[in-house]
């Protein structure tokens, strides 16, 4: 993977922070390209595709949140929210609202470079498997969906597909491996610490609210990820969708 080949946008208000990134990263070798608000990034996206966008918050016009919620509907982008707000709250929306990464300021610009690099590979994962010929896919069932391990996406009965965001497949994977056994919160961190965010338990519950959306579960009757209460969360085997849950 050549760095020259990766487009990284910057959008930032703040002349001082997207001047600092942009030479930062262009010193690393990336190509790079800037944008002072929401609506200009959307002009730049609209000519050219980019593996990576750093988003910052809180933006004259329309918000961070906002342009990062419209991105994940139509794109898999790597995207990683950049704020000023030291506010858990801010960090919680923007993960639901599809971000990849969260940083705040002030920040070291390697500590970007790093979470960028893997975001990247991920991305360059997806985009990479999308131009190779079909092959025969792993698929894994999860309640009426199958999940692509290879691609990384949720496949309906109608072979509709669902995207998942890194901490969301890291999630599930870690719920399938322990099919019908009950992990706590504490145990599902831990097999996401090899994100470049630091999970909550808070996090946590918002990942699993996602997941569940995306199987269109009704989140007051799960029927294929379980709260078990007291404890945490479990995938149900077959079995164990037939019976009632609390």
């Not at 996206?45 to 988003?55: A, K, P, T, V, Y």
């Not at 705040?104 to 500590?111: L, N, Q």
């Not at 322990?178 to 090899?194: A, F, H, T, W, Y």
């Amino acid at each position: 993977m050549l760095m020259s080949d990766i487009k990284i946008l910057v959008v930032d208000d703040s002349q001082v922070t997207r001047e600092t990134l942009e030479s930062y990263f262009a010193e690393e070798g990336y190509h790079v390209t800037g944008a002072e608000t929401a609506e200009d990034a959307e002009r730049i996206l609209s000519q050219q595709e980019f593996d990576l966008i750093l988003l910052d918050i809180r933006l004259p016009g329309k918000d961070g949140l906002t342009l990062t919620r419209e991105l994940r509907t139509q794109s898999e982008v790597g995207i990683i929210l950049v704020t000023g707000k030291q506010d858990e709250i801010d960090r919680i929306i923007g993960l639901e609202c599809g971000a990849d990464e969260y940083v705040s300021k002030p920040f070291h610009p390697r500590e970007i470079l790093a979470r960028a690099k893997n975001l990247i590979r991920r991305v360059r994962k997806l985009q990479q498997a999308s131009l190779k010929p079909a092959e025969e896919p792993v698929l894994r069932p999860v309640g009426t969906w199958r999940l692509d391990t290879s691609r990384r996406v949720l496949i309906a009965s109608d072979n509709s597909v669902g995207h998942l965001t890194e901490g969301e497949f890291q999630l599930l994977t870690a719920l399938l491996e322990n099919e019908g056994v009950p992990l706590s919160r504490d145990q599902l961190m831990d097999r996401i610490k090899n994100r470049t965010w630091n999970a909550t338990d808070r996090t946590i519950d918002v990942l699993i609210g996602r997941i569940r959306r995306k199987l269109a579960e009704d989140p007051n009757c799960p029927q294929v990820i379980i709260t078990v209460h007291g404890v945490g969360y479990l995938l149900s085997s077959p079995a164990q969708a037939d019976l009632p849950h609390d």
